[in-house]
């Protein structure tokens, strides 16, 4: 009996809550996690795309200036019109460079911003940074959280992303300062792993305020026995 006391003593009382997801790929040494690769893909599109469109006005240029019958109207002009022509010769040379520029600056602000988001959960509550330079810190208690929603536009579906829509009836930011109620937005994740954390936010969120407003719904360690 003493050691059913002992056992029943040290052990912690069982919430029920949902065991934290965990991403497929390994949080860093301050357990924060980055939002995977597949957001760093939809980045690299998303700020590439002006490459991608200035490459193909490249295409119609040079189809142009060598008379090819690409978009007719377009290489009778080419044809007719000797100004016209030094012009789109001109242009045929300047746009590769640009295309190299845009493809740079793509790739800088997709990294930049994908490695200026990272979120971790802990014991009671949910808290991510964000920025590189100036970097902002948020912890949002669980108790707080009201709803949680999960939005995708067009795009998002085609890379299987979801944005995670936290209302919350205020968060306390690094000075600890309690804020209003907002929506606190977590950008592109995993679409699978969106719905995972949707569900375990709301699970604790819901259990926390049931503890907050009866502390008789927390297990009680039960008495020793006699």
Sequence with gaps: MGYTFLIATIMPPNQNNASAPRPAHAPDKNGYYRLGHTTLYYLLFKYGFPAIVLFFIELVLVGAASGGNVLPPFSEWVS?????????????????????????????????????????????????????????????????????????????????????????????????????????????????????????????????????VNPSAEPAVPPPLE
Excluded: C
């Design 80 to 212: 007719t019109y000797s100004t016209f022509a030094d012009i789109v010769r001109v242009a045929v040379g300047l746009v590769p460079p640009l295309i190299f520029i845009a493809i740079a600056f793509g790739v800088i602000m997709a990294y930049v911003w994908y490695y200026s988001f990272r979120y971790k959960l802990d014991d009671n509550d949910l808290a991510f940074e964000k920025g590189l330079v100036g970097r902002e810190e948020i912890s949002i208690p669980f108790r707080q959280i009201q709803n949680v929603d999960i939005e995708q536009s067009f795009i998002y579906r085609i890379f299987s992303l979801a944005d995670l829509v936290i209302l919350t009836a205020g968060h306390e930011d690094q000075s600890h300062i309690t804020k209003d109620e907002s929506e606190i937005i977590m950008p592109a994740l995993n679409e699978g792993e969106a719905r995972r954390l949707q569900h375990y936010l709301l699970e604790r969120a819901n259990v926390q305020r049931a503890i907050n």
